[in-house]
């Protein structure tokens, strides 16, 4: 079933929001986001405004600002996220990276170690050390860390 004129509306203006988080991410003016991105400004300012571009248009926008091929249309259709070319879900007001359990395993036993003296300077230096050791065994338990 093809999408109603209404939720047509609501793709483009979430498309339109994601396209300016992603601009502000990059620090970019409108100006210099349509120059990146090979097109004109007053076509870029059409879509951070919410109205339809051709297809081309949209990917002319994905090159320019490193997301993968295809993302507008996904929006348009109904997604609510687009995806970055390093694997980064752009969402309305937020992100989603892609944690590597290894790096994670790696920085957890400083972060547990600094909040826990933070927090309770009263332990010791071994019983941190425990704390993180149980953490850490439970976190790969449930397969969040190698």
């Known amino acids: 079933m093809a999408p109603t004129s209404d939720q047509n509306a609501r793709h483009l203006q979430r498309l339109a929001a994601l396209v300016a988080q992603r601009r502000a991410q990059l620090k970019l003016k409108k100006e210099d986001a349509a120059k990146a991105c090979g097109i004109a400004y007053m076509t870029y300012w059409k879509i951070e405004d919410g ?12 090159v320019g600002f490193q997301m993968r091929a295809g993302s507008c249309k996904a929006v348009l259709d109904g997604a609510d996220s687009v995806t ?18 290894q790096a994670l395993g790696e920085e957890y036993g400083d972060a547990y170690a600094k909040s826990a003296m933070l927090v309770a300077p009263e332990l010791t230096g071994r019983q941190i050390q425990e704390m993180h050791e149980k953490a850490l065994e439970i976190l790969r338990k449930r397969g969040l860390v190698p």
């Open 84 to 101: 970055l070319e390093d694997g980064t879900e752009l969402i309305e007001g937020g992100q989603i990276a892609r944690v590597d359990p």
């Open 51 to 62: 109205q339809p571009v051709r297809g081309s248009t949209y990917a002319k926008l994905e």
